[in-house]
């Protein structure tokens, strides 16, 4: 018998690690991470000295607990202690003792070491029901305004549509794609003097967040360096995706990004169509303007098949209308005759404060708020959100 006695107590010996074997295996995890479903070492090999040190030092409560390594129970090694775990964050307080259960450190409730992370639980579900109520992260309405012909008032319908979004309280992005760099002066800014524009972000890979400037409306500006993009361009791979890819960062922060572009139909304009979800066509209400549309058209169906199949015409706008003439109206027949439902009920009239506004480095809402001219582009804002924008 004597012999059975060093064999007793050496299997358990608290002094060396026990190895990962079957026996943590087949706990369930609840029990593993309970110390009073895991004896201490002392329990088990060293009742009696175990027992003279709870009498040394009757105020230790939590002896098992990895937040309090410090607590008696030197001698349990790492892997006879309580695997570390959620249900035990270092920061968590120090597990209640049962009253009755004075008679081992190892006695605690598993409820208290869960608490902290039950906690935890609760709080994730209620964040998780707060963004359920918010729905998920909206994305801006990004709307292109493209027309290959010149001077039929993309960059005017560009910024006061925009200014029109932002004054109903929209968070408004525009993006001027086009190397003359209008957009960027009707906002009163050189397009000779900035450092950083479009042509760094489609050329360089730039973050768009760094070349936004704050105006009536955020705009990604565009310098005098842009014609050079598309050459630069032209040689690297997912080319036409260079803004969608940069629309990215910001999409989140706004309810609409509105992008100017040129009056061509090269790399430029199918980058802004292909990061596009809507188009909206400026036509001057003119025979030949309208002329040019089937080409644009094609060249969205092009889009369409091969970059982005979501984008689609918002709608035709006709602009610089002189009711007085009866080319004018006539041309609007024309259009409503070929593009039915696709021509906005909305008219943008001719009016000299269209070309006095840029001057000013302003919007026509801001330069006259309240004249006829401000009112058309509110007009068509209240049409493009009643069509189900943002
Ligand atoms: N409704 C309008 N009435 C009178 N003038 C207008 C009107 N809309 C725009 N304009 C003027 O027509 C000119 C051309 O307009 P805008 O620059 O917006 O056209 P665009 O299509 O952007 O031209 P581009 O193809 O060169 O970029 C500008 O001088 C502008 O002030
Ligand atoms: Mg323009």
Redesign the pocket.
């Known amino acids: 018998m004597e012999e059975m006695v060093p064999e007793r107590v050496a299997a358990p010996d608290a002094s060396e690690p026990l190895p990962a074997g079957p026996v943590a295996d087949d706990v369930s995890p609840a029990l593993r991470e309970s110390p009073s479903s895991a004896p201490p070492a002392g329990d088990r090999s060293e009742a009696s000295g175990a027992e003279e040190r709870r009498e040394s030092a009757p105020q230790v409560q939590a002896p098992q607990v990895d937040v309090a390594p410090h607590v008696a129970a030197p001698e349990v090694t790492r892997d006879e202690r309580p695997a570390p775990s959620s249900s035990a964050p270092a920061h968590a307080p120090a597990p209640v003792v049962d009253e009755e259960d004075e008679g081992g450190p190892a006695r605690m409730r598993a409820i208290d070491l869960l608490a902290p992370s039950r906690t935890e639980m609760i709080r994730q579900r209620h964040a998780d029901e707060e963004a359920a109520e918010l729905g998920p992260v909206k994305h801006a309405d990004v709307i292109a305004f493209a ?1 290959q ?9 560009t910024l006061n549509l925009a200014v029109a979004f932002a004054e109903s309280g929209y968070r408004v992005l525009c993006v001027d794609l ?1 190397p ?1 760099g ?1 957009l960027t002066m009707s906002q009163g800014i050189d397009p000779d003097k900035v450092e950083k524009s479009l042509y760094d972000v489609l050329v360089h890979d730039m973050p768009l967040s760094e070349i936004i400037v704050k105006r009536e409306i955020d705009i990604a500006v565009a310098s005098i360096d842009l014609a050079g993009a598309e050459i630069a361009m032209s040689t690297k791979i997912g080319r036409e995706r260079s803004l969608e890819k940069a629309l990215r960062e910001v999409s989140a922060d706004y309810d609409f990004v509105c992008i ?1 572009t ?2 061509s139909l090269g790399l430029l304009t199918i980058n802004a169509l292909t990061a596009a979800n809507k188009v909206i066509v ?1 036509v001057q209400c003119e025979y030949l303007s309208m002329r040019g549309l089937v080409q644009l058209q094609n060249t969205l169906r092009m889009i369409q098949e091969n970059l982005n199949p979501d984008v689609r015409i918002e709608g035709i706008l006709p ?3 002189d009711t007085r003439t009866v080319h004018a109206k006539e041309a609007v027949e024309i259009l409503e005759e070929n593009f039915g439902d696709l021509v906005f009920r909305s008219r ?5 404060k ?2 006095e ?2 001057v000013k480095g302003s919007s026509v809402l801001k330069y006259d708020s309240g004249s006829s ?1 401000a009112n ?1 582009y509110r007009e068509l804002a209240k049409e493009v959100l009643a069509n189900g924008s943002a």
């Not at 012909?149 to 319908?157: E, I, P, Q, S, Y």
């Not at 943008?348 to 000299?352: G, H, L, N, P, Q």
């Open positions: 027309n012909k010149g001077g039929v008032a993309k960059t005017t319908t086009d003359q209008n100017d040129p009056p400026p602009t610089m209308l943008i009239r001719k009016a000299i269209f070309a506004a840029p001219a058309y």
